[in-house]
């Protein structure tokens, strides 16, 4: 069992690694052909399909995890649950698509780019079928890997044979839709394999799933209001210039979650299925190695970008956006904050069935969201949303953690916190020897991360001797070798 929790973390960090890497790829080659207005364009068209992507979504990815992973082990079982949730998303679906339908033809901004929110629908309807949810309940992260990936790369290798002139703003926009739909494709038919449409034949029990559907959903749009919030203020309050400098920090900010957050679709079925079999010193045992790991990375990345905040804004922004280094490092602890903070929401309040708390913790991270926005923002402009925003999501931690204590007896390991944080000081120094040695400041970000990176795995490998990176060397290495991992669990 902890060879196959292993095999999928590795999976999953291919995953991520991609996820990161391949859109870097073709991204600066299209901005530069198709000009900020053809970006632009296509962004803001993709983000209000988005919305009704995520409100058709219903929580489903979510819920469809954590309930297929109890009854996996049975034919009958799972392929029910699947098609009551599909059934759920059909309904809502088309009650999406009749708003979205009224609203952009309704709303004159919409008029002069028709034709993308007509095939936008397109991309409603395929979300039906978004069945990852399934397979990660079932564990089979190799083939999302494969699957993904694979379809990543023909991605790039059509963007680049078909992106030229800003002509193809709508081929660019079309890109998406043709990749979901090969997805769609290959999903319902390696489906099949799993599931029984026997039980189609008996009465499905949708009723059973819409009050904890309708509170994921809360939680989501609770989570999207409190995430907004501070964006919306500070256009009001400070203005433009402002939102400018705290998005460009928040959005670096945010590029080392998904390297942080890699274990949580790994552990999440797990620790369903553990729950349900009331096995708490195996709930205990997953959750205390996954804080491990969102503290072993998180700390060093949050110390290394408070350090080179400066070198990191003016090669991602340019000088012109230096009034949002102070801002970034204001942030950067929320890259340790959010990674705990989902130990205790995802993977422990879901599985456990607490919506309820769940969503009180984020109405919590709302409302003080709210006030200190309001209050912080005509102060220190965009480092007082920056200041709302780290102060909001630590509320949201300590209050998921204290509803998870009620219930299961777990500990946030501070001493290892204080212990990484300690260990990283020499990092300022590697810092301060890059800027010694260049000027430039591409060469003096990757020269730090370099001595820092080299510096912190030799510190865990050979004086520490942390297991965990051990595990993770070993697992690569069985993977590049195909022999089994030695190092035990």
Request: glycine share 4%; charged share 15%; aromatic share 12%.
């Amino acid at each position: 069992m902890m060879v196959k929790l292993k095999t999928n973390a590795f999976y999953n960090i291919l995953l991520t690694g991609s996820g990161l890497v391949l859109p870097l790829i073709t991204f600066p080659y299209v901005t530069r052909i198709l000009a900020p207005e053809g970006i632009g364009h296509v962004n803001f068209a993709n983000s209000f399909i988005q919305y009704f992507v995520i409100l058709t979504s219903l929580g489903i990815p979510l819920y469809g995890i954590r309930e297929v992973a109890k009854v996996k082990e049975s034919l009958v079982a799972r392929s029910k649950i699947l098609f009551e949730l599909l059934s759920i998303k059909v309904g809502c679906t088309i009650v999406g698509i009749l708003i979205y339908l009224l609203l952009i033809f309704t709303i004159g901004k919409f008029h002069d780019s028709l034709i993308y929110y007509l095939l936008g629908i397109s991309t409603i309807i395929i979300g039906i079928f978004d069945l990852n949810y399934f397979f990660y309940a079932l564990e089979d992260f190799k083939y999302i890997t494969i699957r993904t990936v694979f379809f990543q790369v023909v991605s790039v290798i059509i963007t680049f044979i078909l992106i030229k002139t800003k002509e193809d703003t709508l081929i660019y926009f079309c890109i998406p839709i043709l990749i979901s739909l090969l997805n769609t494709v290959i999903n319902t038919k390696y489906i099949l394999k799993f599931i029984d449409f026997k039980v189609l034949s008996s009465k499905l029990d949708i009723r059973t799933h819409i009050k904890p559907l309708l509170l994921l959903f809360s939680v989501m749009v609770f989570t999207s209001i409190y995430n907004l919030l501070d964006t919306t203020i500070l256009g009001f309050i400070a203005g433009d210039a402002s939102v400018g400098f705290y998005t460009v920090a928040s959005r670096i900010n945010k590029i080392p979650l998904s390297l942080i957050m890699v274990l949580v679709p790994v552990m999440l079925p797990r620790i369903s299925v553990e729950f349900k079999n009331e096995n708490h010193t195996e709930i205990n045992r997953l959750i205390s190695k996954t804080l491990q790991f969102v503290i072993l990375l998180g700390v060093p990345i949050m110390v290394g970008l408070y350090l080179l905040a400066p070198e990191i804004i003016t090669l991602f922004s340019g000088k012109a956006f230096s009034s949002s280094i102070t801002t970034l490092r204001i942030m950067c602890p929320i890259i340790l904050v959010i990674g705990m903070t989902t130990n205790f929401s995802t993977q422990l309040l879901i599985p456990m069935g607490k919506d309820k708390q769940l969503l009180n913790a984020v109405i919590m991270g709302t409302v003080v969201s709210l006030i200190l926005n309001i209050t912080l923002i005509p102060v220190f402009q965009e480092n007082g949303a920056a200041i709302s925003n780290l102060l909001a999501e630590l509320v949201v931690l300590v209050s998921c953690y204290l509803y998870v204590r009620k219930s299961i007896e777990v500990k946030i390991p501070f001493q290892q916190i204080i212990l990484l944080t300690v260990l990283c000081m020499p990092f300022f120094g590697f810092v301060i020897l890059s800027r010694v040695i260049f000027s430039i400041p591409i060469f003096v970000l990757l020269s730090a991360v370099c001595f820092c990176a080299l510096y912190f795995l030799i510190l865990q490998v050979f004086v520490l001797k942390n297991t965990m990176i051990l595990e993770v060397v070993s697992t690569v290495k069985s993977k590049i070798s195909k022999k089994p991992s030695n190092f035990p669990a």
